[in-house]
């Protein structure tokens, strides 16, 4: 049986990427072209849909994308050829201008340098033609030299010509002839230069804006897909008018055929897994109903078939968990917990090749910066270009990888939802004959849902990891202009540093506010969502950049955030930021005159604002959005107790009894008088107070001590040893001084 693929809007493969074209250089500088939806198809297809097989995987075998050319020039009929274009069938490039004219507000953009009244614009389909032909031309005179251009590629490089001032075009006069065969020269020697870094990272650049899309668009994209395929099918359910006993078996079978094609859980060819899903589906859709079903209208009939694929969805899970059933159903859960950490692996690696190459040619252009003898011999361009490069590569790597990280988070998150409501089920169920469907067809229906979103995970998955794959030709030239000889040689004496330690280098360095009084600086302590704001030039240090003709340094955050005309800047040193804080004017046009050269500048430092025409799509929507710090700061107010006079009527009475009390209480009192009595004893009597004084403690001295001193007595006798005879004799010697003496 032949594969099911659905006639539709994708039937047709070329379409063209539209180009807003005018008659003179100025025009052509500022035109508002966006990659639109050509013939080349950079994504081969994942996820095949086909009466034999259902959801299947394919191997996802590259296209013919050499470092040479941006992608294949065969059209590739994909499940995921169409989630380029817009809700409505659109393409990129209108809806792009769509959201171009709600920005502006229904106004021209401006455009470089001043047209005179004698330069009047072409007829639109006219100058279109004028420049498809330059494009045309341009990709013929690279297929004579055997080299492969994309209509997309030839027109981003067209611009990137015109951009850059070197090649002298004015862009004040009217187009001629000998300007277009100067701009065709141009473009093609540009584009056959195989040893060019900085064509390699346009390519890299196109490449990922027409094969990447945000997560949201993609899956929405996608079902949209899935369904226009399933819609010559569900047509032919819908709009049956079988009365025949045949008639209406063949009905039921193309029900049974169109639940497997959508649920993608086995192939409708497949005899077990057409049984049971006809067991289930007559377990809740008896084929004796069929009449009642063709009765109903058409929008009715969709949606029962809807509800009947996830409920026989939920059926066929369900047994298969019990070990009942579940022919031809893989353990995507288990499938998915084995390809997210290899492919993040895969990437991680990428990614540190990449960076480490990246810590490689910035430590060669400092060198180079500051001995001026190295900078003559090594042609420091060609190393920056190649530095662009393999940082381009790294950012479209880091944002790969976000995206699947994000699908393993779903993923873990889909697993416990998925155990939750099998084990619901289970209990619900357990060895009961019969079962009230408003108790388990919601269950049912929840398990189909996640199933979908497992299946959503997996297409997802491949394409990211078929596009990191096709994003490695991109940095072919690298080996060849800078061998690992050449790049040990020019490391030599050299310490690489990473950007994490350049960062750490400068962690104690901050911008002192005292110095600046007219400018804004921020930091993290006085800012809520200070890892959150939009920094300019993607996060590196625009000075450096512009004082070292295009050195990507990474900026610190932490030296201080410069917030300059709604923009924000980062520094790698606390001096950058002072010295570009003094003129940030004259360094912001260095950064735009440096990517005039450099094109590819535009797409990897974010200067859409400076260049609005070259917007990427992957970009377009994040444009108009502006992040606005939220700043932080000690604060105390105090509130009186009571700002106003109290208004509170002590005096008020709700109570009517007790207001018919008081009013008694006072006509009583009219009657009455009042009598006062004065007794002898009492006229004289008042009342009295007295102080008391209580002792307190003092002390007195009587007596004082005195002493005197005695002489000690100091008796000597001498004589006493050391005599001849037998008597002894001795002289008594007194040495006690006398007592005034003391």
Same mark, same amino acid.
């Given at each position: ?351 540190q090749t990449a960076q480490d190459q990246a810590y490689r040619y910035t430590a060669i252009l400092e060198k180079a910066a500051s001995n001026p003898l190295l900078s003559m011999e090594l042609q420091p361009s060609m190393l920056k270009e190649a530095l662009y490069n393999v940082r381009q590569y790294e950012i479209f790597l880091q944002i790969i990888l976000s ?104 962690l104690e360095d901050r911008v002192h506010l005292v110095d600046f009084r007219k400018q804004e600086w921020l930091f993290p302590e006085t800012t809520a969502n200070f890892d959150k704001l939009l920094i300019q030039c993607r996060g590196f240090c625009p000075y450096t950049f512009a004082t070292t003709d295009g050195l990507l340094l990474p900026g610190n955050p ?26 940030? %004017? ?7 005159? !440096? =990517?005039? +050269?450099? @094109?590819? &500048?535009? $797409? ?48 008020? %009475? ?7 009390? !008081? =009013?008694? +209480?006072? @006509?009583? &009192?009219? $009657? ?71």
């Open positions: 049986m032949e594969e099911f693929v659905s006639e539709g809007p994708y039937s047709d493969s070329r379409c063209l990427p539209y180009i807003q074209v005018v008659w003179s250089w100025a025009d052509l500088g500022q035109s508002k072209w966006i990659a639109g939806y050509p013939t080349e198809r950079l994504v081969q297809p994942f996820v095949c849909l086909d009466w034999r097989s259902g959801w299947s995987l394919c191997p996802a075998t590259p296209p013919h994308v050499g470092p040479a050319h941006a992608g294949p020039t065969h059209s590739v009929p994909s499940v995921l050829s169409p989630w380029l274009l817009g809700p409505r069938g659109e393409t990129r490039q209108k809806q792009g201008e769509t959201r171009q004219r709600k920005a502006r507000g229904g106004k021209e953009s401006e455009r470089l340098g001043s047209r005179s009244p004698s330069q009047a614009r072409m007829p639109p389909t006219q100058a279109e033609c004028v420049i498809k032909n330059i494009i045309r031309e341009i990709g013929q005179e690279c297929a004579g030299h055997g080299e492969i251009v994309s209509e997309t590629l030839a027109a981003f490089v067209v611009k990137a010509v015109v951009l850059d001032p070197s090649n002298g075009f004015n862009m004040d006069r009217p187009l001629v002839k000998s300007d277009v065969q100067k701009l065709v020269k141009l473009c093609v020697s540009r584009l056959l230069d195989s040893k060019n870094p900085s064509l390699d990272t346009i390519k890299m650049q196109v490449y990922f804006d027409m094969n990447y899309t945000s997560r949201e668009e993609f899956l929405e994209e996608h079902h949209r897909v899935l369904e226009s395929r399933l819609g010559s099918v569900m047509r032919e359910i819908t709009d049956n008018r079988a009365c025949a006993r045949e008639e209406l078996e063949s009905l039921y079978r193309k029900i049974v055929s169109y639940v497997l094609l959508r649920s993608g859980l086995g192939s409708p060819t497949d005899i077990k897994i057409v049984r049971e899903a006809t067991a289930a589906l007559q377990s809740i859709f008896p084929q004796a109903e069929l009449g009642t079903f063709l009765t109903l209208s058409k929008k009715d009939k969709e949606r029962q078939l809807k509800e009947f694929t996830m409920i026989v969805t939920g059926i066929r899970l369900f047994n298969r968990d019990c070990g009942k059933g579940g022919e031809g159903i893989d353990d995507l859960p288990a499938i998915l917990r084995e390809a997210i950490p290899a492919t993040t692996q895969h990437i991680d690696s990428q990614l995206d699947i990280i994000t699908c393993a988070q779903e993923v873990e998150l889909m697993i416990k939802q998925l155990g939750a409501q099998l084990e619901q089920l289970k209990m619900i169920v357990k060895s009961k004959t019969a079962v009230p469907t408003s108790q388990v067809f919601p269950i049912f229906i929840a398990l189909s849902n996640l199933w979908t979103s497992f299946q959503d995970e997996i297409v997802l998955i491949s394409v990211l990891s078929n596009l990191t794959t096709h994003l490695e030709p991109f940095l072919g030239t690298h080996e060849l202009l800078f061998p690992e000889k050449v790049m040990q040689n020019l490391l030599d004496g050299l310490t690489v540093k990473t950007d994490v330690s350049r960062v750490k280098e400068h932490a030296i201080g955030i410069l917030k300059y005309k709604e923009k924000y800047y980062t520094f790698n040193t606390r001096d950058a930021a002072y010295l570009f804080a003094e003129n940030p %004017e004259n360094y912001i046009g260095l950064i735009k005159e !440096k =990517a005039k +050269k450099n @094109a590819e &500048l535009i $797409q990897l430092l974010e200067l859409h604002q400076q260049f609005e025409s070259l917007i990427p799509y992957s970009q377009m929507k994040d444009v108009d959005k502006h992040i606005k710090p939220i700043t932080m700061s000690e604060s105390s107010t105090q509130t009186d107790t009571h700002i106003l006079p109290p208004t509170i009527v002590r005096s008020y %009475e709700w109570n009517e009894w007790e207001l018919r009390r !008081k =009013a008694i +209480k006072l @006509a009583n &009192l009219r $009657q009455k008088a009042t009598h006062s009595v004065q007794t002898d004893l009492s006229h004289m009597r008042r009342e009295n107070c007295s102080q008391v004084y209580p002792p307190k403690d003092v002390g007195m001295q009587s007596k004082r001590e005195g002493s005197s001193r005695v002489p000690r007595p100091q008796i000597y006798i001498a004589g006493l040893r050391g005599g001849q005879g037998k008597v002894t004799s001795g002289v008594k010697v007194n040495l006690t001084r006398a007592v005034d003496e003391t």
